[in-house]
């Protein structure tokens, strides 16, 4: 029922007046974040204005920016809302709608991100390398505007992930920390991976070079992939190389991050 657009809101909301009466300590920032709101939509935007807003530029002109964005270009919002489910349906430890909302800084960032990439897009680079530097700061996390992310997304922790300038992601990728989407020198153009739906990139892997890593693909943890790789396979190792049989599910949705199958791993 939650995966509605319409419903997910009024589900998030029962959520949060449960936690209210389970903290009422926290009473007051539930109700400015989250109850005080009448869209899913505004209730980011008060949420990543307060974090990355300040005396330079104010969290009420964040707001203001990001609530712009969202009613210029209804795909922001219908893509934030996969993503939230995909925290929903794809990390153990996030068992309520309401959490990446207030508490992942993967959500945040990919959120600022998709604002940063309308602003781009829209000719207002300066807010956008701003939106960008600030993420950055803040999250450890490094999305360049220019990139192109879909929907359904899920990044894990977060931390120390990058993401270069012609990257793209296609729908529902997940992603854990550490990860970089990367060039291989000063080469300009075209020179970041492309990432197809359904794959899953584990911790720390390091994806250079304008390749492609093909739907459906798995990507080890700490692996180092310069070569493009085929849909439905396993990469692990430095430099990456193909393990195990062609996948039958969609790694990127299961979570599986063992190398031969869900075998043990090589």
Same mark, same amino acid.
């Given at each position: 029922m939650a995966e509605n657009p319409d419903n997910l809101w009024q589900?998030? @909301?029962s959520e949060i007046d449960e936690v209210t009466r389970q903290e009422p300590a926290l009473a007051s920032?539930?109700? #400015? #974040?989250v109850l005080s709101h009448d869209t899913l939509e505004s209730a980011l935007a008060y949420s990543l204005a307060q974090l990355l807003g300040s005396e330079v530029v104010s969290s009420l002109s964040l707001y203001q920016v990001i609530e712009h964005g969202f009613a210029a270009d209804a795909r922001i !919002?219908? @893509?934030m809302r996969r993503d939230l489910v995909a925290y929903y349906d794809r990390? *153990? #430890?996030c068992d309520r709608y309401y959490m990446p909302l207030l508490y992942f800084k993967g959500f945040h960032a990919l959120q600022a991100h998709r604002i940063a990439h309308w602003l781009w897009s829209d000719g207002r680079r300066p807010m956008a390398l701003f939106i960008q530097s600030k993420v950055s700061e803040i999250f450890g996390v490094d999305i360049h505007p220019a990139a192109q992310i879909g929907g359904g997304i899920m990044i894990d922790h977060a931390t120390g992930v990058v993401v270069g300038e012609t990257a793209v992601i296609e729908d529902n990728v997940s992603m854990l920390h550490s990860v970089t989407l990367g060039g291989t020198g000063r080469e300009t153009g075209d020179r970041h991976p492309k990432i197809r739906q359904g794959v899953l990139i584990a911790t /720390?892997? &390091?994806i250079l070079g304008n390749i492609e890593i093909g739907e459906g693909a &798995?990507? /080890?943890a700490g692996s180092l992939v310069i070569r493009t790789v085929p849909p439905h +396979? +396993?990469?692990a190792g430095v *430099? !990456? @190389?193909v393990v195990g049989e062609l996948l039958k599910t969609v790694p990127a949705l299961d979570m599986d991050h063992r190398l031969n199958n869900g075998g043990e791993p090589r």
């Open positions: 589900v998030l @909301r920032y539930f109700h #400015a #974040a !919002g219908e @893509r990390d *153990p #430890a /720390g892997a &390091k &798995k990507i /080890g +396979t +396993t990469v *430099p !990456g @190389r």
